[in-house]
């Protein structure tokens, strides 16, 4: 069987593959939200949304894979990434063992940028593998446009000033004390979003980010389902 070409079984979605869609759409949607100027003082949260969720969804893909629900990104695709992985191993490796003329002397660094490439990774290939028909790519445009609706929501919730009174009702404006009471803090010292998303541009501009990726997602599925 060849592992890039899908048999007739894996042209059907299977209801495995929808659990993969949606936890797709869950886990970006968190992401994007979670990168968003309001969060900039939460980095812990961002990493741990990106390792976490790209890494279950990677682990998730290679379950599906083995199932035989789920058939591999082209070979064009695959191949070269597959490359760039095993180089970039191979060059951490090299600098770990200082078997390079000037190793770098962080090389705990390396091997950090690959576990959250691998992450990506998992963001890629459920998104490659799982767009079969036209009602996917439907539901993933839907899904984005409102993603976005949330965010420039959310900018104006921040924008009326009230996680400075909820604050001030729950706490007294005394040092936060729980990770709740931190996180309505970072809400509440964050500045406002006038320039990102409250941009009247915001929407537009993140939303032709995604059309190209609807639009080769549409172009791949051979009929409207």
């Known amino acids: 069987m060849n592992p890039f070409e899908k048999t007739k079984e894996q042209q059907a979605v299977a209801p495995m593959v929808w659990v993969a869609w949606i936890a797709l759409l869950v886990v ?6 979670g990168f ?3 969060t900039h003082n939460l980095d812990d949260i961002k990493v741990t949304l990106l390792h976490v969720g790209g890494g279950g969804l990677l682990v998730l893909f290679c379950w599906l894979w083995l199932r035989g629900d789920l058939a591999l990104p082209h070979r064009m695709v695959m191949i070269p990434l597959a490359a760039w992985i095993g180089l ?3 060059t951490s490796l090299l600098h770990q063992l200082q078997l390079v003329p000037r190793p ?10 690959i576990g959250q490439y691998l992450a990506l990774l998992g ?20 899904f984005w ?7 420039c929501g959310f900018g104006l919730v921040h924008w009326s000033g009230i996680f400075k ?46 059309a190209p990726l ?9 009929e409207r389902v």
Not at 214 to 222: D, E, L, T, V, W
Request: aromatic share 14%; proline share 4%.
């Open 145 to 151: 446009i409102w993603v976005v609706l949330v965010e």
């Open 214 to 222: 609807c639009q080769i997602g549409r172009a791949s599925c051979r």
């Open 28 to 33: 970006m949607g968190a992401i994007i939200l």
């Open 165 to 210: 009174k909820i604050y001030e009702f729950l706490y007294f404006n005394r040092p936060p004390q729980n990770l709740l009471a931190s996180l309505i803090y970072t809400f509440n010292s964050s500045s406002d979003m006038i320039g990102t998303v409250l941009n009247r541009q915001f929407f537009g501009d993140l939303l032709a980010l995604w």
């Open 123 to 142: 963001l890629f290939v459920i998104h490659a593998s799982v767009m079969k028909n036209y009602r996917m790519v439907e539901t993933a445009l839907t």
């Open 104 to 113: 770098n002397p962080y090389q705990w660094i390396g091997w950090i940028q």
């Open 36 to 38: 968003t100027p309001l």
């Open 88 to 90: 970039m191993i191979l």
